[in-house]
């Protein structure tokens, strides 16, 4: 009894430890936006006063709503193409009966392990050439055939009893009916986690807007920070940490919203027949 008390000790210490390292950074963060310049020249982590000064400066020196809404249109229109095309592979792969199904598992396993960065040139190369750099289409386009959706919607699939198809079938249900009457609806918490990792990554996502965009008009979030950094705010951390700050809300909303349904998809995807 007494060993298994140890034991719960010490894995719960873990975990506590674990947690103060990842969040001490958004704290320091969080702490400093709302420092005043003396406490961050000093090097204070809890500031002995809190202002809005920070806030009130990123917004006045940086279009900080454009980049918002530069980054919810490119991030809203990478998972809708995501969607249309990962949902019909996904159920593809794990539920008919084809030759080369297990072939092509393996080809979308083999894409998840391709960096971003190996396709980035012939990618740039093949955009300029059809006039698209500079454009929504050059953000959204390359992202909307997404490996790992095909592949995390793919083992969600797998966990829906084939009772339930049998049982469509009977009833005269299509494939495509099955699909978009039975599949899409049971496949909430799989979209739910999905669209979170999508969402994460392409709002916080500087390395191909970099490629692609020429001028801030397109820019997202990633941009403002940037542009902060290249201006005479470089070392001025208060503003810094305020833009840190307001780009991270939206994400934190939306894991806080969906969590039950981010968790529960994951856990499930985990699992197949």
């Not at 005043?36 to 809005?52: C, M, N, Y």
């Not at 709503?65 to 980054?71: E, I």
């Not at 092509?104 to 396709?119: D, F, K, R």
């Amino acid at each position: 009894m007494r060993a298994r008390w140890s034991g719960q000790v010490a894995v719960h210490l873990a975990l506590a430890t674990g947690a103060v390292v990842v969040l001490a950074p958004f704290a320091i963060m969080l702490l400093t936006s709302f420092a005043p310049a003396e406490d961050v020249v000093a090097g204070r982590i809890v500031p002995t006063s809190l202002t809005l000064d920070n806030y009130t400066r990123a917004l006045q020196d940086l279009p900080i709503l454009r980049y918002y809404a530069n980054g919810a249109v490119v991030t809203v229109l990478i998972f809708a193409g995501q969607v249309l095309l990962a949902v019909p592979a996904a159920y593809a792969l794990a539920r008919l009966r084809f030759r080369g199904s297990q072939l092509g598992t393996g080809l979308v396993l083999a894409c998840i392990m391709i960096p971003q960065q190996v396709t980035a040139i012939p990618l740039y190369v093949a955009l300029r050439q059809l006039g698209l750099v500079n454009t929504y289409a050059a953000l959204v386009l390359p992202f909307v055939g997404s490996a790992f959706g095909v592949y995390l919607l793919r083992q969600f699939f797998l966990t829906i009893p084939t009772a339930v198809f049998d049982a469509a079938r009977l009833d005269g249900a299509g494939t495509f009916s099955v699909l978009v009457r039975i599949v899409l609806p049971m496949a909430r918490p799989a979209l739910v986690a999905f669209g979170i990792f999508s969402f994460v990554g392409h709002w916080n996502d500087y390395f191909w807007p970099s490629f692609v965009l020429t001028d801030d008009d397109l820019a997202t979030i990633p941009f403002g920070i940037v542009s902060f950094l290249g201006t005479d705010a470089g070392t001025d951390y208060g503003p810094q940490m305020a833009t840190a700050t307001l780009s991270v809300l939206p994400l934190l909303a939306g894991y806080l919203l969906a969590q039950r349904q981010f968790i529960h998809g994951i856990a499930l995807s985990g699992h197949s027949d």
